[in-house]
């Protein structure tokens, strides 16, 4: 079974620039998550997904963080602008929908370094 | 809002030493319970997990975990570490659909 793949890897930008990360969940999974984990932290949820509609997205900072799943697959997480506390691993995690819902299986993770 | 505290930012252990992580959360509701590890350079992966049922679950790796309703705990425990584990542990909480991870405790053994 494929994981749940992330691209890019890393990422390096300036503040005030504009950055998308992209996310496909393992092949039938209904929920989708992004998180953020900055240096010596635990992951923070950011916004969970539903099939293609939101559950909770409380802890996006909605002014300059969006998100879509489309079709209710893939997703992208988008900084527009980004800052420079905004510098941490994005990660993405997936579950299935039904018993074990609640098991998250975890991406490799995006490094974004904001300069 | 619910919250997740571990007790030790890191540990230094010996192989063949006994490890335990303490755990504490906060929330009175259901909750369903993580624990998850991260070994250097590779991605988070589930250890256990407690939904309901025998307080103490058992997971990969030899690793076990209690669950003290009263304690609001749900400390991991080995009783012999090998340096294969060395790695960042993270609890993680469930409640009403709402997902929480603790700080995280790294664990350094040494050969």
């Known amino acids: 079974e494929a994981g749940v793949a992330q691209s890019p890897r890393y990422k390096i930008i300036e503040k005030r620039q504009s950055v998308a990360f992209w996310c496909n969940p393992i092949?039938?999974?209904?929920?989708l998550y992004w998180y953020q984990q900055i240096l010596g932290q635990g992951p923070k949820l950011l916004i969970q997904?539903?099939?293609?509609?939101?559950?909770?997205d409380s802890q996006l900072p909605k002014d300059r963080f969006s998100a879509e799943r489309l079709k209710g697959v893939d997703s992208t997480l988008k900084i527009q602008p980004a800052k420079l506390e905004d510098s941490a691993v994005y990660l993405c995690?997936?579950?299935?929908f039904g018993q074990g819902a609640y098991e998250q299986y975890f991406g490799p993770g995006t490094r974004l370094t904001v300069t | 809002a619910q919250s997740v505290s571990q007790h030790n930012h890191h540990v230094i252990l010996s192989e063949a030493a006994s490890l335990e992580l303490g755990c504490n959360y906060s929330?009175?509701?259901?909750?369903?319970l993580f624990w998850y590890v991260q070994y250097p350079g590779q991605h988070l992966q589930l250890l256990l997990k407690?939904?309901?049922?025998?307080?103490l679950v058992k997971g990969i790796k030899g690793f076990e975990a209690e669950f003290i309703k009263s304690k609001f705990s749900f400390n991991l425990r080995k009783p012999s570490v090998q340096w294969s584990d060395t790695a960042e542990y993270f609890c993680?909480?469930?409640?009403?659909?709402?997902?929480?991870f603790g700080p995280g405790t790294r664990l350094s053994v040494l050969p």
């Open positions: 995690a997936s579950s299935p």
């Open positions: 997904f539903q099939n293609n509609g939101v559950v909770d």
């Open positions: 929330y009175g509701g259901t909750v369903n």
């Open positions: 993680a909480v469930n409640a009403a659909q709402n997902f929480v």
């Open positions: 092949s039938g999974h209904a929920t």
């Open positions: 407690y939904f309901s049922g025998d307080p």
